[in-house]
C-alpha cells in the first residue's frame, strides 16, 4: 500500500488552487477519513482510510481552472468530453482533476482516481470509496449552504448509501431552481440510489 508524503503534495497544490478551496480540499481529507473509519472491514481499513485521505485532499485539484482552460486542458490530455460537459465545462474538474493526480501528484492506484473522476456527480453502483468522497466533499465542515446540513451529517455516519440518495437529490433540486444543465448522471446516481431505499 502507497503512502503519501501530505505536506509536500499540499504544498504542490497550493500552487494550483486558492487558499479557501486548500482549506476545502483539507476538510473534504479527515472527512472521507472519518468516513473511511466508519465504513471499513478489519480487511482493508488501513488501505481504504488512506485512499479516502488521498482522494479527499486531490478531489478538487483541477478546480481552479476556467472553464475555456477545463475544455482546453482536457482536450489536450486526450480526456473523452461528453456533450453536457462541453455545455458545462465546469463537470470536467473531476476527470482532469484524476489526470492531475497521475502526472502532478503520483497517484497510480485507479481506485483514488476514480473518486477523484466521479466526485461531483457521482455515479450508480459506487465503490465504497467513492461514495464517501462523493459524501464528504458535500458534509465537510466548510460546507454552509447547502439544506439540512446537520441532518445530512448524521445520515453520512448511519447510512451511507441513503445519503448519497438525499445529497444527488438535494442537488438536482438546487440544479432545477437555478436552472443549471443537469448532467444525465447526476440524475443516474439519484434513481440508482433511490432505488436502494
Ligand atoms: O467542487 P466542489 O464545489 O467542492 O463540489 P462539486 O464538485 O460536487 O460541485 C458542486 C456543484 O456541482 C454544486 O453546485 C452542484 C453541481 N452539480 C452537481 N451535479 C451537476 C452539477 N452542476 C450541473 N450543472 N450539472 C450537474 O449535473
Ligand atoms: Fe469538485
Ligand atoms: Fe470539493
Known amino acids: 500500500m502507497k503512502k503519501y508524503d501530505y505536506e509536500k503534495i499540499k504544498t504542490k497544490l497550493s500552487k494550483h488552487i486558492k487558499e479557501s478551496r486548500l482549506r476545502h480540499t483539507i476538510g473534504v481529507q479527515y472527512t472521507a477519513a472519518s468516513l473511511a473509519m466508519r465504513y471499513a472491514d478489519e480487511s482493508n481499513a488501513d488501505e481504504l482510510l488512506e485512499q479516502a485521505m488521498i482522494a479527499g485532499l486531490l478531489h478538487d485539484n483541477a478546480k481552479c481552472l476556467s472553464e475555456s482552460e477545463l475544455l482546453e486542458k482536457s482536450v489536450k490530455h486526450g480526456i473523452e468530453v461528453t456533450e453536457s460537459e462541453r455545455n458545462n465545462p465546469f463537470l470536467l474538474h473531476g476527470k482532469l482533476g484524476a489526470y492531475y493526480a497521475v502526472h ?7 481506485a483514488v482516481l476514480g473518486a477523484i473522476t466521479w466526485h461531483t456527480t457521482g455515479h450508480p453502483d459506487m465503490t465504497l470509496l467513492e461514495k464517501i ?12 449552504k447547502q439544506p439540512n446540513l446537520n441532518a445530512v451529517r448524521k445520515l453520512a455516519f448511519e447510512d451511507i448509501d441513503k445519503c448519497v440518495y438525499v445529497i444527488s ?12 444543465c443537469i448532467d444525465e448522471m447526476t440524475v443516474k446516481t439519484r434513481d440508482y440510489y433511490k432505488g436502494l431505499l
Open 104 to 110: 502532478r501528484y503520483g497517484v497510480e492506484d485507479e
Open 133 to 144: 468522497v462523493f459524501v464528504a466533499d458535500y458534509i465537510e465542515p466548510g460546507r454552509t
Open 169 to 180: 437529490d438535494d442537488t438536482l433540486n438546487y440544479l432545477t431552481g437555478e436552472k443549471s
